[in-house]
Structure formats: structure tokens, C-alpha cells
């Protein structure tokens, strides 16, 4: 009971066509539908409900909110006692404040990211149904993504003044929504300080994640594919259509995860990811990466930080 998965991502994006054309193309995502305030919405060919990315026009990239799904509909009544007792305001959203969604329990995690969570959501189907299907679509476009798999958001990490959000917030999602913890980097003169956190509700490795940065903003949503030649097959679409790559295909220590990193065209850092990792489980030990081996947690080959990764982002 409470949250099964991830929903959706609401981006602001600064030119729709050629955010459209990245999430169709590169991804292979289809447009579901479109609103009357201009607010795009796609799924991937794996994906039954309506959408599960909102592109919203602006003049700054970023995210607007991330919304995750709940079981039933009694689960948000029961979440909202939840998070209010714990000291978070939060707002009810009715149905039809985004099309084809149920109503919504609306409210900020301590590092001030919006999160909604709603528990009825259009079904549509998969493209390759559900009777008798073939293991895929006969239209995949592009890397061919199969669903929006988690998402990574930066949260104010400041060890003079003593804020720490990524704590706030690890603290919040495993007391309130009842994440479980599956991997964590920890810092500081008594190694004790979390600087990043994996966290999940399914058995994946993570279904979100926070990492220590000097802003709160969108580090990047990361989209499954099957295997690691998917993700090099995605790194030549990405060549093929000038898409700006940041990590080239390589393997992260941190959820054994496969891995290539670029960009959309208003700057949102995208990730495709293969490998399910391990089999994520509530008893299973907590990985910790210590501060001297963080490089090797992020990208195991190098095991070198490379500053961008960690200083660009929406
Ligand atoms: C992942 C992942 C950072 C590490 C990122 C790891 C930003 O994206 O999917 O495991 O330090
Ligand atoms: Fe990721």
C-alpha cells in the first residue's frame, strides 16, 4: 500500500517543437495529447498510462513537479494525515487539474521540490497490448525507451551552515512515504554526513534519488532500456541526431546501473539506463560509498568525478 512507482515528470522546456522532436526522436516517446495552456504530454511504448512526461512551455528549463503513483485512492487520504502530522503543508488538487488524472495530494519535500502524488491516471495501453504481445512494438523510434524509470534531484548541501536537504529529505521519504534505502554517499571529517541517497518502493535499485549540490534543481530523469547494447544503440541516435551527450555509455559503481547522460534541447539532463542491478529488497544491506571512493560509485570505470556532472544542472 502507498506509492507503487514513479508517474510522471513535469519539465519546462524553452522551444516545445524542438523539445517534441528530442522526446520523440531520441527517447522514441509518443505525444498523447496537448492542453489549452500549450502543455505537451508523451508516454514511452511500455508505458499503459496516458503520459508520463508533461512539457511545459517557459523561459527556464527545469522541473515544475514530479508526481508518483499510489495504489488506491484511500492511500492519498491516508498519505495526507501523514505528511501534515510530520509538519508539511499540503494541498488537494481535484480531478482534472491535469487531463485525464485523478485528483492530486500536491506538496514540497523539505529541499523545496514539488512532489504530487495521485492514484488514477487514464489507462491506454502499451503498444504491444496486452493479449498475446510481442515483446515489442513494430514503430520504436529512436533509443525506443521503454518507461520513466526514476528521477535524481539536486537539494542544498551546505556543510558550514549545517543545511543538509539531501538528509531532510532521506529522512522524509523513508519515514512518511516509506522509501527503503538502498545506496548513500557519505562525507565529512566523520564520514557521517549522507551528500547522496538512493532510495526505492519497487525492486529496483531506486525509484528516486537526491544528491548534495550548492542549489536545489533537476539533476536528471532517467528512462529504462533492456540491455547495455540498447544504450549503445541510444549513444548513435543521439550522434545521428546532434544531440548533446554529457557521459558517453559507462557503468555507474552506485546501483550497478548502465548508463549514457545528454541533454534536451532547453538544457534537462536525460539518462538511459539498462540493468536492473540488483534486486532492491528491504532487508538488503545498505550500500555506503565512502567520500574517497565516490568517483568510482558514480563512474566505475574512471572512478573520477568529473565536476560538470555535478555542477550543471536545471
Ligand atoms: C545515477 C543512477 C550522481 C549519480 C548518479 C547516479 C549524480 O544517475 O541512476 O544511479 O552523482
Ligand atoms: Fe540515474
Not at 501523514?82 to 523539505?110: C, H, V
Not at 567520500?291 to 544542472?313: A, D, K, L, Q, R
Amino acid at each position: 500500500m502507498g506509492i507503487s512507482r514513479i508517474g510522471h515528470v513535469n519539465l519546462r522546456v524553452m522551444d516545445m517543437a524542438a523539445a517534441l522532436k528530442h522526446y520523440e526522436k531520441v527517447l522514441g516517446m509518443k505525444k498523447t495529447m496537448e492542453d489549452k495552456h500549450g502543455n505537451v504530454y508523451l508516454k514511452c511504448w511500455d508505458e499503459w498510462d496516458k503520459y508520463s512526461l508533461m512539457l511545459s512551455p517557459s523561459d527556464q528549463a527545469g522541473m515544475n513537479h514530479v508526481a508518483y503513483k499510489v495504489e488506491n485512492d484511500a492511500n492519498l487520504d491516508d498519505l495526507q494525515k501523514k505528511i501534515e502530522a510530520y509538519g508539511i503543508t499540503t494541498t488537494s488538487l481535484p480531478e482534472g487539474t491535469l487531463p485525464s488524472t485523478g485528483r492530486m495530494l500536491q506538496f514540497n519535500l523539505p529541499s523545496g521540490h514539488e512532489m504530487r502524488l495521485y492514484a488514477m491516471k487514464e489507462y491506454v495501453g502499451t503498444e504491444v497490448g496486452s493479449t498475446n504481445p510481442d515483446p515489442w512494438p513494430d514503430n520504436i523510434t529512436g533509443a525506443g525507451a521503454h518507461w520513466l524509470d526514476h528521477c535524481l534531484l539536486m537539494c542544498e548541501l551546505n556543510p558550514e551552515t549545517g543545511i543538509n536537504k539531501v538528509a531532510e529529505n532521506t529522512k522524509f521519504v523513508m519515514e512518511v512515504l516509506d522509501f527503503f534505502l538502498t545506496e548513500q554517499v557519505l562525507v565529512g571529517p566523520d564520514g557521517d554526513m549522507q551528500a547522496a541517497t538512493w532510495l526505492a518502493r519497487t525492486t529496483t535499485p531506486h525509484d528516486i534519488a537526491f544528491v548534495g549540490g550548492p542549489r536545489m534543481g533537476l539533476h536528471h530523469i532517467a528512462y529504462f532500456l533492456d540491455s547495455w547494447h540498447d544504450i549503445l544503440k541510444s549513444a548513435d541516435v543521439m550522434a545521428k541526431t546532434k544531440t548533446r551527450i554529457d557521459v558517453t555509455p559507462t557503468r555507474h559503481g552506485i546501483t550497478r546501473g548502465e548508463t549514457i547522460y545528454f541533454f534536451d534541447p532547453s538544457g534537462n539532463r536525460n539518462e538511459t539506463f539498462a540493468g536492473l542491478g540488483y534486486l532492491a529488497q528491504r532487508d538488503r544491506p545498505v550500500t555506503t560509498w565512502t567520500e574517497e571512493h565516490m568517483g568510482s560509485g558514480i563512474f566505475y570505470h574512471t572512478g573520477e568525478m568529473v565536476p560538470s556532472f555535478t555542477e550543471v544542472y536545471t
